[in-house]
């Protein structure tokens, strides 16, 4: 089933390339329309060998499913295309505008302009001045055609501009956001504890190893109490970690470093597994992966933590998603099973649509709920208490803290990145909580 969805997906963006750069041809054919013959065929030739790069990217995916794994090819090939025709689908929008501007006029002169009643043959002065008009009239057309082309593409400027520069600045961008976490009923043991949250890491898209690194050390400079990684650490296979398990294994804690699956965590993106055996396999090794690193893996599971004689719970959940078709493994009725009455119950789930529909309607014992998934759409604006991304028409809570009642929910914008090599807006996160009762 996922080679099949694969194998439409590349149809479509085959089509789609073929669509948008035919129609997008016509800002650069107005703009040298008046040149030679010479100069609007190096103009050609140039326009179209980025399409034709991408189209025969996306054949080979169609022909050859599954052939294609150049890492770095395939990570830098998405973001600039994704950079490309962003740009190219804004200058499309001005073709449009003025396409339908000329097919309303059009429409309109044919159905109400009066018609023109028969008049003699004109003398040669006045055919002279009539074919002079007619070329005033061509004229001005294509003035306003090359004036509408040109401010299209240098409005389509600004997407490749801040697109580009997200690869190369946005994606490793990391920031430290600091919130003060009020809990009216923690225990005055666990005043001031300091809980570090990082989410969807995605390794298998890192380049980057200084870069990832110097986020790592930020996180150890934290000097946190208490960490939780709210899942995705790959992106479709237990191997792409290997490379950076040394790496993550230096975050540590003295209360303990607690993670979750998230949904590529599981391989369900990958269509080349042998059996169901080598796929169960895969995610027996990423649960290694994670013991091996230190980290307390929890499927459905809790532990209580004690401080000063005074406990909490932590608890964690599989992957649960209503938006798409994510899965649906997470229990808390399972997770929560024989727990202890504590006063403080934060939970663990990648997914924040699991707040969203079980979690604040059937676990009202549960304080907080740390997610991630969202990413914040890696793009978008955020500048003092206004923030918008393409995510928030998708998820209800897509970054940031939330409450709802007595609950809270806080999504992580995400450490990693997927798709997309970059961020824009939405840069990467480390949250650094600070536990405390007071308001």
């Not at 995605?202 to 380049?207: D, M, N, R, Y």
């Not at 209503?322 to 997914?351: C, W």
């Amino acid at each position: 089933m996922i080679q099949t969805f694969q194998l439409k997906l590349s149809i479509f963006f085959i089509v789609f390339t073929i669509l948008i750069d035919s129609y997008s041809w016509q800002a650069i054919k107005a703009l040298v329309r008046d040149k030679s013959l010479l100069t609007r065929k190096i103009f050609a030739y140039l326009y179209w060998i980025i399409p034709t790069i991408a189209i025969i990217y996306f054949l080979q995916g169609v022909l050859f499913p599954g052939q294609n794994d150049n890492k770095m090819l395939k990570i830098y090939f998405n973001g600039f295309y994704f950079s490309i025709y962003a740009s190219k689908f804004v200058v499309c929008l001005f073709l449009v505008f003025d396409d339908l501007k000329r097919l309303t006029k059009m429409f309109w002169l044919k159905a109400f302009a009066p018609k023109k009643n028969i008049i003699p043959e004109p003398t040669q002065g006045d055919t002279l001045e009539h074919i002079h008009e007619e070329q005033e009239e061509e004229k001005e057309k294509i003035t306003r055609s090359q004036f509408l082309a040109s401010t299209g593409l240098l409005v389509g400027a600004v997407p490749l501009i801040i697109l580009t520069r997200g690869i190369f600045k946005g994606a490793y961008d990391y920031r430290v956001r600091r919130v003060q976490l009020y809990l009216p009923n923690l225990p005055s043991g666990f005043e001031g504890v300091k809980l570090l949250q990082v989410s969807d890491i995605h390794s298998g898209s890192f380049t980057n190893r200084d870069a990832v690194y110097r986020g790592i050390q930020m996180i150890k400079d934290e000097n946190p109490d208490l960490v939780f990684f709210t899942g995705d650490i790959v992106n479709s296979k237990t191997d792409e970690l290997y490379d950076w398990q040394n790496i993550f294994a230096e975050i540590k804690a003295p209360m303990g470093v607690f993670s979750v699956y998230g949904n590529h965590d599981y391989g369900d993106y990958v269509s080349t597994w042998k059996n169901d055996e080598e796929k169960a396999q895969n995610l027996a090794d990423l649960a290694k992966a994670h013991k091996d690193m230190g980290w307390n893996l929890l499927r459905n599971e809790h532990i209580t933590l004690t401080k000063n004689n005074q406990r909490i719970g932590i608890i964690g959940v599989e992957n649960w998603g209503d938006r798409g078709r994510f899965q649906k493994y997470g229990d808390v009725e399972k997770a929560t099973k024989n727990m202890p009455d504590v006063p403080i119950k934060l939970l663990l789930s990648h997914d924040p649509s699991h707040f969203d529909s079980i979690v604040s309607k059937q676990h009202k014992e549960i304080d907080v709920t740390f997610s991630g998934h969202t990413h914040g759409f890696q793009f978008g604006v955020e500048i003092g208490g206004f923030k918008w991304s393409p995510s928030q028409y998708i998820y209800k809570h897509w970054a940031g803290l939330y409450k709802e009642d007595k609950q809270q929910l806080y999504v992580n914008r995400g450490f990693g990145f997927l798709g997309y090599p970059g961020r824009v807006g939405i840069l990467p996160e480390i949250t650094v909580f600070t536990l405390t009762k007071n308001s």
